[in-house]
Nanobody
């Protein structure tokens, strides 16, 4: 079992930046990868970025060059820059073990 707690969401103007954080607890030694997903109203949840234990990363095309995922111990971060209104969504932290675990989500709203 893994518990994930996210923080760092909020309201930001277009072009601004936010940093999301997610701290894992529990059986963290079993985690193979951690990532961020997002779900906008009326849309399916989609992958934003993922990072493996070895440090390999993968990004959605829509965020490449603007978002950076990183890990430090049992925490994963998402640095978001040049934010656009279409980045507005609930962002979920994900930990991949034999099964996937999810955080409760944090709202990111990009609006002027």
């Amino acid at each position: 079992q893994v518990q994930l707690v996210e923080s760092g969401g909020g309201l930001v103007q277009p072009g601004g930046s936010l940093r999301l954080s997610c701290v894992a607890s529990g059986s963290i030694f079993k985690i193979n990868a951690m990532g961020w997903y997002r779900q906008a109203p009326g849309k399916q949840r989609e992958l934003v970025a993922i990072i493996t234990n070895g440090g390999s990363t993968n990004y959605a095309d829509s965020v490449k060059g603007r978002f950076t995922i990183s890990r430090a111990g049992n925490a994963v971060y998402l640095q978001m820059s040049s934010l656009k209104p279409e980045d507005t969504a609930v962002y979920y932290c994900n930990a991949l073990l034999a099964t996937a675990y999810w955080g409760q989500g944090t709202q990111v709203t990009v609006s002027s």
